[in-house]
């Protein structure tokens, strides 16, 4: 529904008038209610596309003693996972109204504790909440007076609406493709030992599972690990297992920086992708789109988890989500590219 500038200083009152409704129940449509009959809405939403009124959204929040701003607390924008995110949340919450304040953490545990502490809040209302150095241990920090939406997999079953990805069956359908094509010696890079919960944690789990059920054993010198997830960490995890000498046909890198960066070791070894090597991410980032050869990946559907979080948090400021706290996985997909994919 279009909602435009109106010269003649269009009001609610005229609107009202031409719907043959109440001013509230124009209030009601404008700002979401859900509870208007269609008849009513339809007649409300026709008015206000005829008259062009467009609704004072500063002057609602003063009265309803908001902001008009959310907060988005990632760990940085020097990824470009997160920074793809960014962008798709301030695209979802611009078609509510909304502007979009960004904080980076560095995934340091204390400024990951700040944020859910400081004043800034006040400046918001809601924040968006991506931790990567708090854990599981700290789900009680989420308890919050304000209304919270988690993304990530750091911490599950804390008392706010979470927003993840289905990181053990995606990394397990990434091994199956690459185990569908023949490979048996498959990598993983980017592993981070004794981690259960989080994002290589969950991702090895699925690694593992797919290996197990093809009928093969985990060799543990295929499994490498790699701290920062970055394309230097990714080319670094990609040379010591070449170095190794381990016998390898594939690679899964846990995310598609890392991916980018084992692309890049591997041509500066002269393996070539996929023959002898096939190699696949983990998070569709556009660049994926754009290597050399252009990189298979999993697609966790990041478009979904911006457009959900953001709608959960616009429900918990408004108060109408009646029900508890949510937890909501975003559905995935594989997208085959050059790396895996032979030229027919």
Request: net charge negative; glycine share 8%; charged share 25%.
């Amino acid at each position: 529904m279009a909602m435009r500038r109106s010269a003649g200083g269009v009001t609610m009152h005229d609107v009202a008038a031409m719907a043959g409704v109440s001013i509230k129940t124009v209030s009601n449509v404008v700002n979401g209610y859900p509870y208007i009959r269609p008849a009513t809405k339809q007649r409300v939403e026709e008015a206000i596309e005829r008259l062009g009124y467009q609704l004072n959204i500063t002057a609602r929040n003063l009265r309803q003693g908001r902001t008009g701003m959310i907060g988005l607390a990632l760990p940085e924008l020097s990824l470009p996972y997160f920074a793809e995110l960014a962008d798709s949340v301030i695209a979802a919450a611009d078609d509510l109204g909304l502007t979009v304040l960004v904080e980076l953490t560095g995934a340091v545990r204390q400024r990951e504790i700040d944020v859910l502490k400081s004043d800034r809040r006040r400046l918001s209302d809601g924040l968006l909440f991506s931790p990567l150095a708090l854990g599981q241990e700290d789900a009680g920090l989420l308890d919050v007076g304000y209304p919270l939406v988690l993304l990530g997999e750091r911490i599950f079953n804390g008392p706010a609406d979470h927003v993840t990805m289905a990181n053990v069956e995606a990394a397990r359908a990434a091994t199956e493709h690459l185990l569908s094509a023949g490979r048996r010696r498959i990598a993983l890079i980017g592993a981070h030992p004794g981690e259960r919960i989080g994002s290589a944690g969950l991702r090895e789990t699925g690694y593992r599972q797919a290996i197990e059920a093809a009928g093969l054993t985990v060799d543990p010198a295929l499994i490498v690990e790699a701290g920062l997830w970055h394309r230097s960490t990714g080319a670094e995890a990609t040379h010591r297992l070449l170095d190794s000498g381990a016998p390898v046909d594939a690679v899964f890198a846990l995310n598609d920086a890392m991916a980018l960066g084992a692309l890049h070791a591997l041509h500066d070894r002269r393996v070539t992708v996929p023959d002898d090597v096939a190699v696949i991410g983990f998070d569709d980032i556009d660049e994926a789109k754009y290597s050399t050869p252009t990189l298979t990946t999993v697609s966790p559907g990041r478009e979904q988890i911006a457009q959900t979080a953001v709608d959960l948090l616009r429900r918990r400021i408004d108060g109408t989500a009646d029900e508890p706290f949510q937890q909501f996985v975003a559905d995935f997909s594989i997208v085959v590219r050059e790396s895996t994919a032979f030229p027919l």
